[in-house]
């Protein structure tokens, strides 16, 4: 496709300085764009680069719309989601057409919009309903009651297990599972484990974006519930009863056990792990290949380690841990110093 500066403008609500009639056909990063490009500068260090790419314009923050960089610039407020308004505009629709495969299983006592598009191999099971506008791709199965919203993209090899309900306009990476069984076993006398039925289900909110190979299990009874605007990466495990906060992200190989509440607007690191039946308060930063052990009661805090604690206390700490060979010495150094200046007992 083709686009000029100034109807990329209009449509993602920048500012022009410069020739808005330049036409560009596609977005590139800044050291890899040619000429018809438009790429983008988010970081300051990277000043020098945008003044020599090649690209024929630059989405940039306004605090930066004022510099001479020999090319049209389109200045915004928050650059990075005017850059995903950007791409959205190059980025390639799935959607071409709704139309449903003639090689998908679909009961007929489920019920899928005229607007939808059902790929090859998808299965619908009994008494499903799919919203408008929604799409199965290829090869995803969507078990029996379950309630999928409208303008959904469900990937490949997606699995929705029975009863779990999926708002609108959600993401669902390939190979996602959603509804598995909860690890729920009663240990028994001869040591051995006795399965506890998970009987409850999945409750996902709207505009959430689950990542591939990522597992979200039914509850023992009632709901595991993703509220509105999460966003979760790949290979992520999100144990029974778990409920997450609106808006909060979690990056990938992250696991939350059982029954945890993770409140809104948090963000937690990759590799995080967080143990069942806490709660951890809205707006908590949680730093990379952490352990949280214990519920954390306000809002807006950081915290690093395992077991977690509270950022700048690791960093204190950290600090310190790193010189304990050296303060050892000195320690001795002082004990002997101490032991000649008192002299014999």
Same mark, same amino acid.
């Given at each position: 496709?083709?686009?000029?500066?100034?109807?990329?403008?209009?449509?993602?609500?920048?500012?022009?300085?410069?020739?808005?009639?330049?036409?560009?056909?596609?977005?590139?990063?800044?050291?890899?764009?040619?000429?018809?490009?438009?790429?983008?500068?988010?970081?300051?260090?990277?000043?020098?680069?945008?003044?020599?790419?090649?690209?024929?314009?630059?989405?940039?923050?306004?605090?930066?719309?004022?510099?001479?960089?020999?090319?049209?610039?389109?200045?915004?407020?928050?650059?990075?989601?005017?850059?995903?308004?950007?791409?959205?505009?190059?980025?390639?629709?799935?959607?071409?057409?709704?139309?449903?495969?003639?090689?998908?299983?679909?009961?007929?006592?489920?019920?899928?919009?005229?607007?939808?598009?059902?790929?090859?191999?998808?299965?619908?099971?009994?008494?499903?309903? !799919?919203?408008? $506008?929604?799409?199965?791709?290829?090869?995803?199965? =969507? #078990?029996? +009651?379950?309630? @999928?919203?409208? /303008?959904? *993209? !469900?990937?490949? $090899?997606?699995?929705?297990?029975?009863?779990?309900? =999926? #708002?609108? +306009?959600?993401? @669902?990476?390939? /190979?996602? *599972? !959603?509804?598995?069984?909860?690890?729920?076993?009663?240990?028994?006398?001869? #040591?051995?484990?006795?399965? @506890?039925?998970?009987?409850?289900?999945?409750?996902?909110?709207?505009?959430?974006?689950?990542?591939?190979?990522?597992?979200?299990?039914?509850?023992?009874?009632?709901?595991?519930?993703?509220?509105?605007?999460?966003?979760?990466?790949?290979?992520?495990?999100?144990?029974?009863?778990v409920e997450i906060g609106k808006n909060t992200v979690m990056a990938a190989q992250a696991g939350i056990a059982g029954s945890t509440k993770l409140g809104a607007n948090?963000?937690?690191?990759?590799?995080?792990?967080?143990?069942?039946?806490?709660?951890?308060?809205?707006?908590?930063?949680?730093?990379?290949?952490?352990?949280?052990?214990?519920?954390?009661?306000?809002?807006?805090?950081?915290?690093?380690?395992?077991?977690?604690?509270?950022?700048?206390?690791?960093?204190?700490?950290?600090a310190i841990y790193k010189n304990l060979p050296d303060l050892e010495s000195r320690i001795r150094e002082l004990e002997k110093t101490i032991k000649d200046l008192k002299?014999?007992?």
């Amino acid at each position: 496709m083709t686009i000029t500066v100034e109807k990329i403008a209009e449509q993602i609500g920048g500012k022009v300085n410069g020739n808005g009639n330049i036409v560009i056909k596609g977005a590139s990063g800044l050291e890899s764009a040619q000429e018809g490009h438009i790429t983008f500068l988010s970081n300051d260090k990277y000043l020098n680069k945008a003044k020599s790419t090649n690209a024929s314009a630059i989405l940039v923050s306004k605090e930066w719309q004022n510099i001479d960089f020999d090319v049209p610039t389109i200045a915004v407020d928050n650059i990075y989601a005017s850059l995903a308004d950007m791409l959205n505009i190059f980025g390639n629709s799935l959607k071409s057409e709704y139309e449903v495969s003639d090689f998908a299983s679909i009961s007929k006592s489920s019920f899928v919009h005229d607007n939808c598009t059902i790929g090859p191999f998808c299965v619908v099971a009994n008494k499903v309903k !799919i919203g408008e $506008g929604t799409q199965l791709i290829s090869h995803a199965y =969507i #078990g029996e +009651n379950v309630r @999928i919203g409208k /303008n959904c *993209i !469900i990937y490949p $090899g997606v699995k929705i297990y029975k009863d779990c309900l =999926i #708002g609108d +306009n959600c993401i @669902i990476h390939a /190979n996602a *599972i !959603i509804g598995s069984d909860g690890f729920g076993f009663a240990p028994l006398k001869d #040591g051995s484990f006795k399965k @506890i039925p998970q009987i409850g289900n999945v409750v996902i909110g709207d505009d959430v974006e689950i990542g591939s190979n990522t597992v979200i299990d039914r509850a023992t009874m009632g709901s595991t519930v993703i509220r509105d605007g999460v966003k979760l990466d790949n290979l992520i495990q999100v144990a029974h009863n778990v409920e997450i906060g609106k808006n909060t992200v979690m990056a990938a190989q992250a696991g939350i056990a059982g029954s945890t509440k993770l409140g809104a607007n948090c963000q937690v690191g990759g590799q995080t792990a967080i143990v069942g039946h806490i709660s951890i308060a809205d707006k908590t930063l949680i730093q990379g290949q952490s352990g949280m052990t214990k519920t954390v009661k306000k809002e807006g805090t950081k915290w690093y380690g395992t077991p977690a604690i509270e950022y700048n206390n690791y960093l204190k700490s950290f600090a310190i841990y790193k010189n304990l060979p050296d303060l050892e010495s000195r320690i001795r150094e002082l004990e002997k110093t101490i032991k000649d200046l008192k002299g014999p007992s």
